[in-house]
């Protein structure tokens, strides 16, 4: 199971940073697995924003270079997203991958 947590409402042009943890895994599995976080807004399908795998590639969604940043303590086990700059088409539910297992999403809001 995974732990998410840091969503809320912040204003356009604020910052949040959310973090899952696996506090289950052992650290050695952990350290295997690709990482990432998604999004779902409202009547949409769940997009990929940053992925992190294995090797050390970083992969973000065109939307939110630059503004965005993944990163990931093996040996906490866990896996963060630095987003500034937010603006209101960032709204969504964000949810932590790490492997084959999700976390169970959490909220940001971005009111203009």
């Known amino acids: 199971q995974l732990v998410e947590s840091g969503g809320g409402l912040v204003q356009a042009g604020g910052s949040l940073r959310l973090s899952c943890r696996a506090p289950?895994?052992?650290?050695?599995?952990?350290?295997?697995?690709?990482v990432g976080w998604y999004r779902q807004a409202p009547g949409k399908q769940r997009e990929p924003v940053a992925r992190?795998?294995?090797?050390?590639?970083?992969d973000y969604a065109d939307s939110v270079k630059g503004r965005f940043t993944i990163s990931r303590d093996n040996s906490k086990k866990t896996v963060t997203l630095q987003m500034s700059s937010l603006n209101p088409e960032d709204t969504a539910v964000y949810y932590c991958?790490?492997?084959?297992?999700w976390g169970q999403g959490t909220q940001v809001t971005v009111s203009a």
């Open positions: 991958m790490i492997g084959n297992s």
């Open positions: 289950r895994l052992i650290t050695s599995t952990y350290r295997a697995y690709d």
């Open positions: 992190m795998f294995s090797g050390g590639n970083v």
